[in-house]
């Protein structure tokens, strides 16, 4: 079955550890987006990638930093610059003219500061 | 901020009844898109109206869009309790390249 993976579910983050968070497809999608979401809130848009070895900042992307050397893969690393990292992490992927038909979201990553 | 506004922010309802929500938004827009989001899950894709529809139905679903008034309503009919969820309005501004979500609806559906 086609579909977008993020791994892990729940992660825990030290202050001053920088960690990833992994987003798979399989739906040869081009386009792919992260979005943090905090609690009783929408989403917010950190980062996305329209092309491989190609991304664009969102409207929050200070103290996260992304890749996208393969089409099926967009990690997002939250480093130590991030002072409140504490939320919900989805990551979506769409056809590059996808905005017509919908995104697909992954199931997220919930990270916590310890 | 381009994010759309959503109201009401919270909606409670006995199976059975019709449950309405409303999005608002900024700017000219080629499509609205809305999704549903389980608690702890990721987002759904349900319905997508554009900018040159007024009405659509999917199911127990019915989406509207009044392009002078910036905004939309997704009807959903005869709910259920599996229907308790969050929906979000997604919006496709032109010139854009990617969408803005509203802030949502948390609707609760009563067995």
């Known amino acids: 079955d086609g579909g977008i993976t993020q791994s892990p579910k729940y992660l825990f983050r030290k202050e001053g550890q920088n960690v990833t968070l992994s987003c798979e497809q399989n739906l040869n999608h081009d386009a792919m987006y992260w979005y943090r979401q905090d609690p009783g809130q929408g989403l917010r848009l950190i980062y996305y990638s329209q092309i491989v070895n190609d991304f664009q900042k969102g409207d929050i992307a200070e103290g996260y930093s992304v890749s996208r050397e393969k089409k099926e893969s967009f990690p997002l690393t939250v480093t130590s610059a991030q002072k409140n990292p504490t939320a919900f992490y989805l990551c979506?992927?769409?056809?590059?003219?996808?905005?017509?038909?919908?995104?697909?979201f992954g199931s997220g990553t919930r990270l916590t500061v310890v | 901020s381009q994010q759309g506004e959503e109201d009401p922010q919270a909606l409670s309802i006995q199976e059975g009844e019709n449950a309405t929500m409303n999005c608002s938004y900024k700017?000219?827009?080629?499509?609205l898109q809305w999704y549903r989001q389980n608690s702890g899950r990721g987002l759904v894709h349900l319905i997508l109206i554009r900018s040159n529809e007024r009405e659509k139905h999917s199911g127990r679903l019915r989406v509207t869009l009044d392009t002078s008034k910036k905004s939309s309503s997704l009807l959903i009919t005869a709910s259920r309790a599996a229907d308790t969820a969050s929906y979000f309005c997604a919006t496709d501004y032109t010139g854009a390249n990617n969408l803005f979500f509203g802030t949502g609806t948390r609707l609760t559906v009563i067995p």
């Open positions: 979506a992927s769409s056809t590059t003219t996808g905005r017509s038909y919908g995104y697909t």
């Open positions: 700017t000219s827009i080629n499509n």
